[in-house]
Structures are given as C-alpha cells and as structure tokens.
C-alpha cells in the first residue's frame, strides 16, 4: 500500500489529521517542514513509488507551500496534491501545478473522501 506524505508546520494540525486518515485507513507519513518532506521523500523512494499522495498546508516557514509544490512537481509531476489553506487569495500561487485546493476548515470526511478520489486511478488503495 502506498502512503500519503502529510506536511504541516503545526504539530498539533498534524497529529489531528494523520489521526483522522489513519482511522480512514490510510497509511501516513508526516513533515513539520517542506526540508523534513523532501527527506521522506528521498528516504522512501528514488522515484518516489511508495507515496500515492501528498497533503500540504499553504502557509509554512522557510518553504511556503506553493514554492513546495513547484520544487515537489520538479521531481514528480503526476502525484495527487492537496493543499489546504486559510486564505483565499492564496489560490493563485498554485496556478499551473495541478493541486487541489480546499480552504480551511476542511472537513475530516470532505478531505477523506478528496483524498479516495484523487488516488483511485493512481494504483493506490486504502484499507478501508
């Protein structure tokens, strides 16, 4: 089973979304920051194979998500991308690379239910 690479600068936000899959039954991985993610990355996979799926925040230090994405569509154009963000406006930074965007809050079965979708015709299953 593949994972799903979850990045988020805000531990408690992290812990309570890995929770929320994990009980979906996903298999889940964790970043506190866009540097920590591509070290999963690179860890896990050369070619990345063994993560079906990434969520990310938009607002973080060093990397925001948007930069994170670009550097992440680098090295793997096709995975699924889901970014969550409290602001509006921040839609725009993600032009072009093939994200899908939710605003906060998002729903734990609004984001179960995105993620089943965006990873079925990737070869991805969940134990559900």
């Given at each position: 089973?593949?994972?799903?690479?979850?990045?988020?600068?805000?531990?408690?936000?992290?812990?309570?979304?890995?929770a929320v899959l994990e009980n979906a039954g996903f298999r889940v991985l964790t970043a506190l920051s866009a540097e920590a993610a591509f070290a999963v990355l690179s860890s896990h996979n050369?070619?990345?194979?063994?993560?079906?799926?990434?969520?990310?925040?938009?607002?973080?230090?060093?990397?925001?998500?948007?930069?994170?994405?670009?550097?992440?569509?680098?090295?793997?154009?096709?995975?699924?991308?889901?970014?969550?963000?409290?602001?509006?406006?921040?839609?725009?930074?993600?032009?072009?690379?093939?994200?899908?965007?939710?605003?906060?809050?998002?729903?734990?079965?609004?984001?179960?239910?995105?993620?089943?979708?965006?990873?079925?015709?990737?070869?991805?299953?969940?134990?559900?």
């Amino acid at each position: 089973m593949r994972s799903i690479l979850l990045l988020d600068d805000s531990a408690i936000q992290l812990g309570i979304r890995k929770a929320v899959l994990e009980n979906a039954g996903f298999r889940v991985l964790t970043a506190l920051s866009a540097e920590a993610a591509f070290a999963v990355l690179s860890s896990h996979n050369a070619d990345h194979r063994n993560i079906g799926a990434v969520i990310t925040d938009h607002l973080m230090p060093n990397v925001p998500g948007s930069q994170f994405v670009r550097q992440l569509r680098a090295l793997n154009a096709d995975i699924p991308v889901i970014v969550i963000s409290g602001l509006p406006e921040a839609i725009e930074e993600y032009a072009g690379l093939n994200v899908h965007f939710r605003y906060k809050p998002c729903q734990p079965g609004e984001l179960i239910e995105l993620l089943r979708s965006v990873t079925r015709d990737k070869y991805f299953s969940a134990a559900v």
